[in-house]
């Protein structure tokens, strides 16, 4: 398994790779993330370039357990780069967590004739293609989307920086409210364990 840090040459690179699959399955999952539909647009059109097919699976592994899938063309990604959230839509799948559920994703992955997955997501995300990756043996690539920045390899992961700049404004509109009011606001900001949105956004 593979982990990508956000630059879509480093996706196309691993791509290239996978270039001598016919096809390749993708999802998102966990947390959406702006810059997801980037990331699967950059999959999308690189791999259709070099002929390969692409299924994307609908609501991450929940997604894969009900078969749930569109093949991706180019005219399907095309005009999402600018939009937030996921067209293939995201979910956290308490029964993947399962020995039947992974067991049942594996199955629908070889019928379909998959021959390589790309994952985009966060920490738990990929400890799913960890457990993916034990039952079906086919190369595994995880393109780092969380705006927590929670994951080793990267420096920035996908949607981070746009967390920090939506912080950012968000508390610039607030503070005229308190310096108006002559109050002190407590702002709480999303980041799991990591805290580093907090952190750059207080810095900036």
Same mark, same amino acid.
């Given at each position: 398994?593979?982990?990508?840090?956000?630059p879509? =040459?480093f996706v196309?690179?691993i =791509?290239?790779?996978l270039?001598?699959?016919k096809?390749?399955g993708i999802i998102?999952s966990?947390?959406?993330s702006?810059?997801?539909n980037?990331?699967i647009?950059?999959?999308v059109r690189?791999?259709?370039?070099h002929?390969?097919?692409v299924?994307g699976?609908?609501?991450g592994?929940? +997604?894969i357990i009900?078969?749930?899938?569109a093949?991706l063309?180019?005219?399907s990604?095309?005009g999402i780069?600018?939009?937030?959230?996921?067209?293939?839509?995201? @979910?956290?799948s %308490?029964?993947?967590?399962t020995e039947? +559920?992974?067991n049942? @994703?594996?199955?629908?992955?070889?019928? =379909?004739?998959?021959? +390589?997955?790309?994952i985009?997501?966060?920490?738990?995300s990929?400890?799913g293609?960890i457990?993916?990756?034990?039952?079906?043996?086919?190369?595994?690539?995880?393109c %780092?989307?969380?705006?927590?920045?929670?994951?080793?390899?990267t420096d920035?992961?996908?949607g981070y920086d746009?967390?920090?700049?939506?912080?950012?404004?968000?508390?610039?509109?607030?503070r005229?409210t %308190?310096?108006?009011?002559d109050?002190?606001?407590v702002?709480?900001?999303?980041?799991?364990?990591?805290g =580093?949105? @907090?952190?750059?956004? @207080?810095? %900036?």
């Amino acid at each position: 398994m593979f982990f990508v840090e956000f630059p879509l =040459l480093f996706v196309i690179g691993i =791509l290239v790779y996978l270039m001598r699959m016919k096809k390749i399955g993708i999802i998102t999952s966990g947390g959406d993330s702006p810059g997801m539909n980037a990331c699967i647009r950059a999959v999308v059109r690189t791999a259709v370039h070099h002929n390969i097919e692409v299924v994307g699976f609908y609501k991450g592994y929940e +997604g894969i357990i009900d078969n749930q899938y569109a093949h991706l063309t180019t005219t399907s990604v095309s005009g999402i780069i600018q939009r937030g959230g996921t067209i293939l839509k995201t @979910a956290r799948s %308490a029964r993947f967590m399962t020995e039947e +559920g992974i067991n049942a @994703a594996a199955k629908n992955i070889k019928d =379909l004739g998959i021959e +390589g997955f790309v994952i985009i997501g966060g920490d738990g995300s990929f400890k799913g293609a960890i457990e993916l990756s034990k039952k079906i043996n086919i190369p595994i690539v995880g393109c %780092a989307g969380t705006i927590d920045n929670d994951l080793v390899g990267t420096d920035f992961t996908i949607g981070y920086d746009t967390a920090i700049n939506t912080v950012v404004e968000a508390v610039d509109k607030i503070r005229d409210t %308190a310096e108006s009011h002559d109050r002190v606001f407590v702002i709480e900001v999303m980041g799991r364990d990591a805290g =580093l949105i @907090a952190l750059r956004s @207080a810095i %900036a």
